[in-house]
């Protein structure tokens, strides 16, 4: 960030949008975990198109229409109905999670908060307790996410850090992945990633 800092997080949101727009929830998120990657672990700006249509790319998307269809005024009236939506909601702080259910009744957490919290959110909203999903394998995690750091894998599966080499190793077929360091840290990777460190 100090030779190339990012100017503005208006771009990169907006290709959001777009992607949101034309692909739906999933793909526009996946977009956003490519995004903070490239952001705080690759030290590349995504305020750039050219970093942009790398990401969208990567997800399989045409990278230079969705960048150039961002700087469409389409685009920027859907971020700014969602800065509308965040203000009418009150949200202020960082992070906000606003639930509501189909009665328009809802919760609203601010701040870092424990599991616990967000279930008996979940629970008030939906007047009854939330089953959770089955926890992926951390095979089927991996395949997925393409890339996953050390304290992911850690808290997902509550491993501690001197128990996360036996685990990946017990859970990950050799051949299937790469161990390498980022910042300090341990990053695994597919080995059919399409991310390049």
């Known amino acids: 960030m100090i030779d190339n800092p990012i100017q503005s997080s208006f771009p990169s949101s907006r290709v959001f949008k777009v992607i949101q727009k034309h692909h739906g ?3 526009a998120f ?3 975990r490519r995004a ?5 672990a690759l030290n590349k700006n995504i305020g750039e198109d050219s970093v942009m249509i790398e990401i969208v790319n990567e997800l399989g998307l045409d990278g230079k ?6 700087n469409e005024e389409f685009a920027h009236d ?3 109905e969602d800065f509308a939506l965040t203000r009418k909601l009150g949200a202020r702080g960082f992070p906000t999670i606003i639930m509501v259910n189909e009665d328009n009744k809802g919760v609203k957490l601010v701040g870092g908060r424990t599991l616990d919290d967000y279930v008996a959110g979940l629970t008030q909203v939906l007047g009854e307790t939330p089953e959770p999903k089955k926890q992926p394998s951390l095979s089927e995690l991996l395949r997925g996410e393409n890339l996953l750091f050390a304290k992911e894998i850690e808290v997902m599966y509550d491993v501690e850090p001197f ?4 685990f990946v190793k017990e859970q990950l077929t ?3 992945y790469e161990v390498k360091g980022i910042l300090g840290e341990k990053v695994f990777m597919s080995s059919f ?3 390049y460190l």
Not at 36 to 40: D, S, T
Not at 163 to 166: F, Q, S, Y
């Open 163 to 166: 128990e996360l080499a036996p």
């Open 193 to 195: 990633s399409k991310v």
């Open 30 to 32: 996946e977009y956003l």
């Open 36 to 40: 903070r990657e490239a952001l705080f």
């Open 25 to 27: 929830d999933e793909k």
């Open 65 to 70: 229409l969705m960048v150039n269809e961002s």
């Open 174 to 176: 050799s051949g299937t």
């Open 78 to 80: 859907l971020l700014m």
